[in-house]
Structure formats: structure tokens, C-alpha cells
């Protein structure tokens, strides 16, 4: 049989772009915003969210999807504040895509939910890759993981709404440049915002919450 | 792991391609990758073998365009390929630099039977 060329110039994440789009659509119908939240293993995730959800739990119906490469203790660390999180197990998978966060979303009710949080696995490399369908990303960089990182994973960091740069309050002991870091994001990304943070004592958190605040109303 | 989610994706495409097209084998995908997306060819060969198993796709060959990463200064608007880590602009040393290639990721024809 002859050989013949199909022209196809599809890109190969279309359909979970498509998911992800429809994701969107259904969170939008019930008006509940969604945040990816985004970092290497070890920066600060389960905790930014944690004390979020302090801050809002009286306010907000807060739910928090939580990806993990195995069964861990975060989805224990949540639930422990009264807020329902849902587990996704990728059983050594490097990221979420759109259907994994479709299932999850089958499992809330999304008329009773406010804010949810997408607990994204902790990797800098491929996660910013894969849209989920939420409306804004949020990336963690912790200071003892260095200045530099922008340009060893720029893509995250160019698909960043938020920039939280977290333990600020061990900048002491590290050399991670916090005047000059500014400019390196503004650089890549003009439009994100940059919120030097500690999670742990709540130093600069109260610019984060504002702007959760202002993205909601 | 990355890639095998990607070569899931890569398949189901050229699969859907294929039957559309009532083919009955794939001989070889032409896939172009740019540099940001960290695909890695061993990795994709490695899972394309294992999961084309069994399908129309079984023993095609992956060819690879690949698409260097370019960045363009914003202030003097000139174009300049990515090396090493340096997001500097080359004319005017400026950091207001935005990524305009190398995040290419498809499938651009194959040949079928």
C-alpha cells in the first residue's frame, strides 16, 4: 500500500487545553474561582495555603485539591482546618492535567464552594505545562532555593499571575538578592505580582490575602 | 514520568489522525519540540515503544524537529537566540525580555499506509 502524508500540525496538549477550557467554563457557571498553585517540593505549599485558608475560612468556602506522587500527610494537614480537600493520587506522575482536575471537581459541590486551591505537584520543570483550567497560577520560590531560579525554569515563572517568594524570614542566612529578584520577574513576566512572604510567621502575607480578596470580588 | 503523559497524548493524536484518515498503519510521525518543553527523544522513544504496542502505530518512527529557544528584548524590540541562562539583552544589556520561541509542541504531519 502506498505511503501517504497526513498534514496534522496539532499540538499534542490540545485536548487537555480543550479539558482545561472546559473546566474554566464550569467553574465560571458557578462562580467559584480556582488557583493553581505551583513550586519545587519542600517551598512552602501546604503551608501558604494552610494559613490562606485561616485567614478566609469564616469568609470564603474554601476546598483545596492536593497532588501528590504518593498517599502523604498534606491532605491531613488541610482537612484539619474544616476545609474538604480532595486527594489525587499521579502514583509517581509529575504533574495534574485537565481530567484529573475534572474528577476532582465531579466531587465538589461547586454552588457551596467560594475559592479553591490546586495543591499542584511540587516541581518547578513541567507543571506550568499542563493548563487545569484554573484562573490564575500562583509560584512559590523559597529562599534558600535561590535567586536564579527564573532562568533555570523560566516558563513557570512566565506563566506566574503571583509570585510568592516565601521564608523570607531566614533571608539572613541565605544569599537570595531580594532587591534585584524583582526585576528579574518583572523582566520575564511584567504583569506578575511579587509578594515576599513567610508562611511560617505570616510576614507579607496580608498583600497575598488582599490580593485573593480583590481577584474574588 | 513526564513523557509518558506526553507520548499518551502524541498517540491518541496521531491514532485519531490515522483512522480519520482510514490508514492502516503509521510509519513514521514528524513531531516538533521546542526547547522549553524539556522532551526528552530517548524518554518519548522509549514509552512510544511500549505504549504503540498493539496498535497501527506499532514500530513507527518519531522524527524530531527541534526549535531553539528566542527570546525578544521589549525595550529594542531585537530578536536573539536563548544561550546558557542569559536573559539579557545583547544590544542594550535590558532584562525586559519575553520568550517568543522554543515552547512548540506538535505534531506536524505523518506518513501512513
Keep these: 500500500m502506498a505511503v501517504r502524508t497526513l498534514t496534522v500540525k496539532e499540538n499534542i496538549l490540545g485536548a487537555n487545553n480543550e479539558k482545561a477550557e472546559e473546566n474554566r467554563k464550569l467553574l465560571d457557571s458557578h462562580h467559584v474561582l480556582m488557583i493553581n498553585v505551583m513550586s519545587s517540593s519542600g517551598s512552602g505549599k501546604t503551608s501558604l495555603i494552610t494559613r490562606t485558608i485561616q485567614q478566609f475560612r469564616d469568609k470564603y468556602r474554601i476546598a483545596v485539591i492536593e497532588g501528590n506522587v504518593s498517599p502523604s500527610i498534606d491532605a491531613e494537614k488541610i482537612t484539619q482546618n474544616n476545609v474538604l480537600a480532595i486527594q489525587l493520587n499521579t502514583s509517581g506522575g509529575c504533574h495534574l492535567d485537565a481530567q484529573m482536575i475534572r474528577k476532582a471537581l465531579d466531587t465538589l459541590d461547586l454552588d457551596r464552594t467560594d475559592l479553591i486551591f490546586i495543591e499542584n505537584i511540587g516541581n518547578l520543570v513541567c507543571t ?34 503571583v509570585v510568592l517568594v516565601n521564608k523570607v524570614d531566614v533571608r539572613a542566612h541565605f544569599d537570595f538578592n531580594l532587591d534585584t529578584f524583582p526585576g528579574i520577574i518583572s523582566g520575564m513576566n511584567p504583569s506578575a505580582r511579587i509578594y515576599p512572604i513567610s508562611a511560617k510567621t505570616g510576614e507579607g502575607m496580608d498583600r497575598w490575602f488582599s490580593w485573593i480578596d480583590e481577584t474574588l470580588n | 514520568m513526564h513523557e509518558q503523559s506526553i507520548v499518551q497524548s502524541i498517540l491518541e493524536l496521531a491514532l485519531n489522525n490515522a483512522e480519520k484518515a482510514n490508514a492502516r498503519r503509521i510509519v513514521c510521525i514528524n513531531l516538533v519540540v521546542g526547547d522549553y518543553t ?76
Design chain 1, 128 to 161: 506550568a505545562d499542563f493548563d487545569l483550567g484554573a484562573h490564575k497560577n500562583a509560584v512559590i520560590l523559597s529562599i534558600p532555593e535561590g535567586d536564579d531560579k527564573p532562568y533555570k525554569y523560566p516558563v513557570m515563572f512566565v506563566e506566574a499571575d
Design chain 2, 38 to 113: 524539556g522532551v526528552q527523544e530517548d524518554a518519548v522513544n522509549f514509552y512510544f515503544g511500549f505504549l504503540s504496542q498493539n496498535t497501527i502505530a506499532a514500530g513507527a518512527k518519531i522524527n524530531y524537529t527541534h526549535v531553539p529557544g528566542q527570546l525578544r528584548c521589549r525595550d529594542c524590540d531585537i530578536l536573539f537566540p536563548l544561550q546558557k541562562h542569559d536573559y539579557q539583552c545583547p544590544k542594550c544589556d535590558g532584562k525586559r525580555i519575553e520568550i517568543v520561541g522554543g515552547r512548540e509542541l506538535y505534531i506536524e504531519n505523518m506518513d501512513v499506509e
